[in-house]
Protein backbone atom coordinates (compact mmCIF):
# COMPACT_ATOMS: atom_id res chain seq x y z
CA UNK A 1 0.00 0.00 0.00
CA UNK A 2 1.79 3.34 -0.82
CA UNK A 3 2.30 6.16 1.63
CA UNK A 4 0.59 8.44 -0.01
CA UNK A 5 -2.98 7.76 -1.24
CA UNK A 6 -4.39 9.40 -4.66
CA UNK A 7 -7.79 9.23 -5.16
CA UNK A 8 -8.38 8.46 -9.10
CA UNK A 9 -12.29 8.95 -9.14
CA UNK A 10 -12.23 12.36 -7.09
CA UNK A 11 -11.08 15.73 -8.40
CA UNK A 12 -8.86 18.28 -5.69
CA UNK A 13 -11.40 20.98 -4.76
CA UNK A 14 -10.91 23.98 -6.85
CA UNK A 15 -11.31 26.76 -4.43
CA UNK A 16 -10.10 28.12 -1.41
CA UNK A 17 -11.28 27.87 2.11
CA UNK A 18 -12.34 31.88 2.36
CA UNK A 19 -14.07 31.08 -0.97
CA UNK A 20 -16.40 28.24 1.24
CA UNK A 21 -16.82 30.08 4.29
CA UNK A 22 -17.91 33.41 2.24
CA UNK A 23 -20.45 31.11 0.62
CA UNK A 24 -21.94 29.86 3.66
CA UNK A 25 -21.86 33.27 5.40
CA UNK A 26 -24.39 34.25 2.24
CA UNK A 27 -26.70 30.96 2.15
CA UNK A 28 -26.57 31.26 5.80
CA UNK A 29 -27.54 35.39 6.10
CA UNK A 30 -30.39 34.40 3.01
CA UNK A 31 -28.42 36.68 0.56
CA UNK A 32 -28.21 33.49 -1.58
CA UNK A 33 -29.49 30.44 -2.63
CA UNK A 34 -27.36 27.66 -2.16
CA UNK A 35 -27.39 27.10 -5.99
CA UNK A 36 -26.96 31.03 -6.83
CA UNK A 37 -24.07 30.39 -3.70
CA UNK A 38 -22.50 27.47 -5.54
CA UNK A 39 -22.54 29.10 -9.05
CA UNK A 40 -20.65 32.09 -7.63
CA UNK A 41 -17.97 30.60 -5.45
CA UNK A 42 -17.45 27.41 -7.76
CA UNK A 43 -18.62 25.10 -5.01
CA UNK A 44 -20.10 21.61 -5.32
CA UNK A 45 -23.14 22.16 -4.14
CA UNK A 46 -23.03 18.52 -1.77
CA UNK A 47 -19.85 20.28 -0.58
CA UNK A 48 -22.23 23.21 0.60
CA UNK A 49 -24.94 21.12 1.71
CA UNK A 50 -22.42 19.13 4.03
CA UNK A 51 -21.07 22.23 5.71
CA UNK A 52 -24.94 23.88 6.52
CA UNK A 53 -26.19 20.52 7.71
CA UNK A 54 -22.70 19.76 9.46
CA UNK A 55 -21.67 16.47 7.84
CA UNK A 56 -18.52 15.57 7.40
CA UNK A 57 -16.74 13.90 4.75
CA UNK A 58 -14.45 10.81 5.72
CA UNK A 59 -10.63 11.33 5.54
CA UNK A 60 -9.00 9.40 3.02
CA UNK A 61 -7.50 6.22 3.72
CA UNK A 62 -8.14 3.48 6.44
CA UNK A 63 -8.19 4.39 10.49
CA UNK A 64 -4.81 5.01 12.56
CA UNK A 65 -4.10 2.05 14.76
CA UNK A 66 -3.47 4.34 17.94
CA UNK A 67 -5.95 7.09 18.73
CA UNK A 68 -4.97 10.41 18.84
CA UNK A 69 -4.10 10.76 23.00
CA UNK A 70 -2.01 7.88 21.90
CA UNK A 71 -0.05 9.04 19.08
CA UNK A 72 0.47 12.12 20.76
CA UNK A 73 1.97 10.48 24.15
CA UNK A 74 4.33 8.82 22.10
CA UNK A 75 5.54 12.06 20.17
CA UNK A 76 5.99 13.68 23.94
CA UNK A 77 7.84 10.45 24.58
CA UNK A 78 9.97 10.87 22.02
CA UNK A 79 10.45 14.33 22.27
CA UNK A 80 11.77 13.69 25.71
CA UNK A 81 14.06 10.82 24.67
CA UNK A 82 15.42 13.33 21.80
CA UNK A 83 16.19 15.98 24.64
CA UNK A 84 18.06 13.91 27.02
CA UNK A 85 20.63 13.31 24.17
CA UNK A 86 18.75 9.85 22.91
CA UNK A 87 17.62 10.61 19.21
CA UNK A 88 15.85 7.79 17.94
CA UNK A 89 15.22 6.77 14.46
CA UNK A 90 12.87 5.15 13.04
CA UNK A 91 13.32 1.43 13.64
CA UNK A 92 13.46 2.53 17.22
CA UNK A 93 9.94 4.42 16.87
CA UNK A 94 8.65 0.93 15.58
CA UNK A 95 10.48 -1.15 18.53
CA UNK A 96 8.83 2.13 21.24
CA UNK A 97 5.59 1.34 19.18
CA UNK A 98 5.39 -2.61 19.50
CA UNK A 99 6.37 -2.11 23.12
CA UNK A 100 3.67 -0.03 23.73
CA UNK A 101 1.26 -2.59 22.54
CA UNK A 102 3.18 -5.35 24.48
CA UNK A 103 2.78 -3.67 27.51
CA UNK A 104 -1.02 -3.01 26.93
CA UNK A 105 -1.43 -6.31 25.78
CA UNK A 106 -3.03 -5.27 22.62
CA UNK A 107 -3.00 -7.93 19.55
CA UNK A 108 -2.71 -5.69 16.79
CA UNK A 109 -3.33 -7.61 13.52
CA UNK A 110 -2.08 -4.95 11.02
CA UNK A 111 1.24 -5.39 12.29
CA UNK A 112 3.71 -8.87 11.91
CA UNK A 113 3.97 -9.63 15.76
CA UNK A 114 2.70 -6.15 16.50
CA UNK A 115 6.05 -4.86 15.11
CA UNK A 116 4.72 -1.75 12.87
CA UNK A 117 6.53 -1.62 9.38
CA UNK A 118 8.47 0.52 7.83
CA UNK A 119 5.87 3.08 5.68
CA UNK A 120 3.59 3.29 9.54
CA UNK A 121 6.58 4.69 10.90
CA UNK A 122 7.38 6.99 7.84
CA UNK A 123 3.62 7.90 7.51
CA UNK A 124 3.42 8.59 11.54
CA UNK A 125 6.44 11.01 11.18
CA UNK A 126 4.57 12.48 8.36
CA UNK A 127 1.15 13.01 10.46
CA UNK A 128 3.34 14.71 13.10
CA UNK A 129 6.17 16.53 10.67
CA UNK A 130 5.46 19.38 12.98
CA UNK A 131 7.14 18.46 16.01
CA UNK A 132 9.00 15.39 14.66
CA UNK A 133 11.41 15.33 11.92
CA UNK A 134 14.12 12.33 10.85
CA UNK A 135 17.34 13.56 11.01
CA UNK A 136 20.87 11.84 10.57
CA UNK A 137 22.20 12.35 14.62
CA UNK A 138 26.51 12.82 14.86
CA UNK A 139 27.98 11.58 18.34
CA UNK A 140 29.72 14.17 20.52
CA UNK A 141 30.85 13.90 23.62
CA UNK A 142 29.14 15.19 26.51
CA UNK A 143 31.69 18.00 27.16
CA UNK A 144 31.35 19.46 23.62
CA UNK A 145 27.15 19.06 24.41
CA UNK A 146 27.29 21.22 27.17
CA UNK A 147 29.28 23.99 25.73
CA UNK A 148 27.16 27.58 25.66
CA UNK A 149 27.20 30.80 24.07
CA UNK A 150 28.07 32.67 26.88
CA UNK A 151 31.03 30.33 27.82
CA UNK A 152 32.36 30.70 24.29
CA UNK A 153 31.95 34.30 24.69
CA UNK A 154 34.34 34.75 27.52
CA UNK A 155 36.87 32.40 26.03
CA UNK A 156 36.91 35.41 23.29
Known amino acids: MPRKYVSVGKQNCQYSKKDL ?3 LKDYLDGKLSMKRACEKYHIPKGTLFNRVHGLKGKSYGGPTVFSAGEENIMVNCLLA ?3 WGFPLNT ?6 AKGYLDRIGR ?3 KFVNNMPGVEWAKSFLQRHSEKLSERLANNIKRARANVSEDVIRNIM
Open 81 to 83: CAS
Open 107 to 109: EEK
Open 21 to 23: EDA
Open 91 to 96: LDVRLF
